[in-house]
């Protein structure tokens, strides 16, 4: 019986151990708040989407493509953020790396996502924004600044997640001040 | 209870769980090496190298827009699904794949083929640029930096033979300090190479 309950402890643990490793932190912050690259690119709705039209809000910039699996997984949880995110004027605007407008769209379709979805056909923009894998994702503030980055797959609908956006665009103390 | 059976108790419990914890490791790394996969785990980081079908990553590729005879080539140069986890608390994690090393058995340390030069072969092969951003974004890249809580996958090419055993040596850095990451026996996928027939 000992040993059933000690072999039950210790796989739990292993259990707890590998959940723990894989598991994915909050966003990671950008003490330098270095200006995010502006970019014009055209959505699968045939909108053009210009990030510095955004100014003044909170936005959400996550590079993927179809075949990338972290992507495929965090797409669906970025839906349901979204959702929640515009009640809150928090945007989100999701580039695909380097496929063809027909491509993406029958994957936005397929996941019903909701959201802008902007095509970067050349892998340019993602380049320009020192991404080193997908999917990578940049929160911008207010004033246009990359605040946090996120690579991997992120649990977007989280409370977490959505407390660090709000908090991001509420004026800060020495903006008040001034 | 007296305390001699009392010692002899616990003595005989710490040896069974002993057992078991080597049984289950012994489990475990058999079914990793099932599934073709190698994963190394220190001071909460874990490296994790996938075996992938040469079948699926030719279609992989041929799906992305390269000419099949190269997606084949591409798929029979050993590539391995990579999995870089920073669950650690604290630091940065870094690594640079030209300081990597593999040993085919029997064979000499050697470096990894750098991204770039793969690239350059495709270009003078003529594959569509598209399919080259798709190679650029589905391969690990050559330096990675993450944050706690980040991770990282790509595909890596080893570039060498089908059914291969070699060893492989990845220096990490987890702030500052320098984690050796060490596989022995990885095994390059030795499924069939796909052939025009079988595709059509």
Redesign the interface.
């Known amino acids: 019986m000992n040993l059933v309950r000690g072999a039950w402890n210790w796989l739990l643990l292993m259990g707890l151990l590998i959940a723990t490793t894989a598991a994915a932190g909050p966003l990671t912050p950008l003490p330098s708040r270095p200006q995010a690259p502006d970019f014009q690119l055209k959505g699968i709705d045939d909108e053009t989407y210009r990030l510095s039209d955004y100014r003044g809000r909170v936005v959400v910039v996550n590079f993927w493509a179809t075949w990338c699996p972290p992507c495929r997984e965090e797409m669906p949880s970025m839906q349901r953020a979204w959702e929640r995110w515009r009640q809150a004027e928090i945007e989100l605007l999701a580039v695909n790396v380097g496929e063809s407008e027909d491509e993406v769209f029958a994957f936005a379709a397929e996941y019903d996502l909701k959201f802008p979805v902007l095509l970067d056909p050349a892998g340019r923009e993602v380049r320009r924004w020192g991404a080193i894998g997908l999917p990578s994702t940049f929160v911008v503030d207010p004033e246009g600044r990359v605040a946090y980055r996120a690579t991997g797959a992120r649990d977007w609908d989280s409370d977490e997640i959505f407390r660090l956006l709000q908090a991001l665009g509420e004026p800060r103390t020495e903006d008040r001040e001034s | 209870m007296s305390p001699e059976p009392v010692n002899r108790w616990h003595a005989r419990?710490v040896t069974?769980?002993l057992w078991?914890?080597l049984l289950?490791s012994c489990l475990e790394a058999l079914a990793a090496e099932a599934a073709q996969r190698w994963v190394w785990?220190g001071d909460?980081v874990?490296l994790t190298l996938e075996a992938l079908p040469a079948r699926s990553v030719a279609a992989?590729y041929a799906?992305?827009g390269f000419p099949e005879a190269v997606a084949r080539d591409i798929a029979s140069a050993c590539v391995l699904q990579t999995e870089l986890?920073h669950?650690a608390q604290s630091g940065k994690l870094r690594t640079d794949l030209s300081q990597w090393r593999i040993r085919p058995q029997g064979g000499r340390p050697q470096g990894l083929s750098p991204k770039t030069r793969w690239m350059a072969k495709f270009e003078a092969e003529e594959v569509p640029?598209?399919a080259l951003?798709?190679f650029?974004?589905?391969t690990?890249?050559w330096?990675?930096?993450?944050?706690?809580?980040?991770?990282?996958?790509?595909m890596i090419l080893y570039g060498l033979a089908p059914g291969l055993r070699f060893d492989v040596e990845a220096p990490l850095e987890l702030g500052g300090e320098l984690l050796r990451a060490r596989f022995t026996g990885v095994r390059c996928p030795d499924d069939e190479k796909p052939t025009k027939s079988e595709e059509e």
């Open positions: 419990r069974r769980t078991l914890v289950v785990r909460g874990s992989f799906a992305r986890v669950g640029p598209a951003v798709a650029r974004w589905s690990f890249p330096r990675v930096e993450l944050a706690p809580g980040e991770q990282m996958r790509g």
